[in-house]
């Protein structure tokens, strides 16, 4: 039955969609194209779009038409009923933050941005340090606009990951912490260390070419898509227009491979995100736990398989002939599966990222907590790494500045990436018991089978279900830690 009061609120929640869409575009460009002087220029325009985007989100037209549907009693879990809920919370969210506050903001994480990219370039905290003190001040005024005021940190959770806080993340993270290192350690003794500097002269358009190839077998649709290149690989745009990012390196050509594969599983989930709902919360990712999850099992359990390289190993070899010639096949899947510590996240290895992820998530406690100040954060991101890695960084560019994240006052943001892996673990296991022989597809070249399973059990619900029932409801159980640690004993252990 037609109901124009819905349907009115459907038309302007994609209105506002499209005002986000571009300001994500301007974000991609101002990492892919910018040049070096114009960003005070990029500052204003999104300064100005991101007012524009938070007066048709804060419209009291929405309130108004929120509070006729809110008065019906949609049945709960109706589609209906989920467009509402998330459309009140998101109105709320954009009607309780002035807009003075939105567009000091929007300059304030633009300015960061600029002045971390200088500063790890130069390994000089002191020069991004007032930055990140005035976003963690912006961070916990925008808890206090939100009722969130005593509980900052989990404000900043909760908007990456709608209805998850430190008292559900705290013990999974607990059990990481005591199971984790010393498996860890038993990974690293039971295998041989790689040859550094194995992979030297892989030229920059042939790595291109490789991972086109790549992202086509698993399904990226270039028709709504590219690949670029940033200095911080990123997944940005929507699922009408996926803007990827990676960065070349001649000498490890792993890093943009696995990068992009990482990406893509990113992109997949949103091109699998059900086309006429999208700008409604139908058709929107449920958060970033379950969209690393997509990206974590792409890279992971199936980018790193031996499967997948018995069917790609060829067509790198086509692409690198003499590079590869002096490496054979168990070394490169060696390397590919190489597990070492180091001081790099997004460097790190499937087994020790996760000891990155848990630092991290110590110190945005201890900041948002007030037992951190950000003059003693270097230190402390020390003396966890060399705690839970056993590794001093050598600067602070390889330490504390390394991650683009705080610049933009993306706090709560990190644990996502190891709860995503802990949800990957658990949705592969489930996949290969309703998928039998899913790992021989990947042999042959074929990946469909999976991505049709992820887009049934996870992609085209878009949030109709929330994080913790979208892992029961597509896994048959709560998250738990034992299918991550399953399935990192099982691949390094089970053969060592
Ligand atoms: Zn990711």
Sequence with gaps: MPDPTYDQLIARLKRIDVFRSILGILHWDEQV????????????????LASVHHAAAADPEIGRLLSVLESRDLPPGSDADVVVRHARRDFDRASRL?????????????????????????????????????????????????????????????????????????????????????????????RPATAPNMFRGFSIPAQREFIREALDRVGF?????????????????????????????????????????????HALYEQGLPETDIGTPLGEAVGMAIHESQSRLWENQVGRSPQFWAFFEPRLRFHFGPQLTPIS????????????????????????????????????????????????????????????????????????LQDVHWSSGSFGYFPSYALGN???????????????????????????????????????RGKRLDTQELIVAATGQPLGTSALLRHLSERYLTNA
Aim: hydrophobic letters at 45%.
């Design 329 to 400: 096949s168990a070394e490169l899947l060696a390397a590919i599966n190489d597990v070492r510590p180091g001081p790099i996240r997004v460097d790190a290895d499937e087994v020790t990222y996760n000891l990155h992820i848990l630092m991290r998530f110590d110190l945005e406690m201890a900041l948002f907590e007030g037992r951190l100040s950000v003059a003693d954060l270097p230190c402390e991101w020390n003396r966890l790494s060399e705690d839970l890695l056993g590794i001093t960084p050598a600067d602070d560019a390889h330490g504390v």
């Design 33 to 48: 194209n910018l040049p070096p002087d114009s960003a005070d220029r990029r500052a204003q325009q999104l300064q100005e």
């Design 422 to 460: 802990m949800i990957a673990a658990q949705l592969w296991y489930h996949a290969l018991c309703e998928l039998p022989g899913l790992p021989e597809d990947f042999a042959r070249g074929q990946f469909s089978r999976l991505l049709a399973w992820l887009r049934d059990k996870v992609h085209r």
């Design 98 to 190: 002035p807009e003075d506050f939105v567009r000091e903001k929007a300059a304030l994480d633009s300015a960061a941005f600029h002045a971390w990219a200088r500063a790890r370039k130069n390994s000089d905290f002191p020069a991004f340090a007032p930055f990140l003190e005035r976003q963690i001040v912006m961070a916990r005024r925008e808890a206090e606009f939100m009722g969130w005021g005593d509980r900052p940190y989990d404000y900043s959770i909760d908007l990456h990951d709608p209805g998850l806080d430190t008292a559900f993340i705290a013990p999974l993270f607990a059990s990481l912490r005591r199971e984790l290192p010393p498996l860890a350690r038993r990974i690293a003794a039971s």
């Design 221 to 265: 649709n270039w028709n709504r898509g590219r690949l670029d290149t940033s200095l911080h690989p990123f997944c940005g745009g929507d699922a009408l227009d996926t803007r990827l990012t990676t960065r070349f390196d001649e000498n490890n050509p792993l890093d943009a491979i696995f990068s992009s594969i990482h990406e893509a599983g």
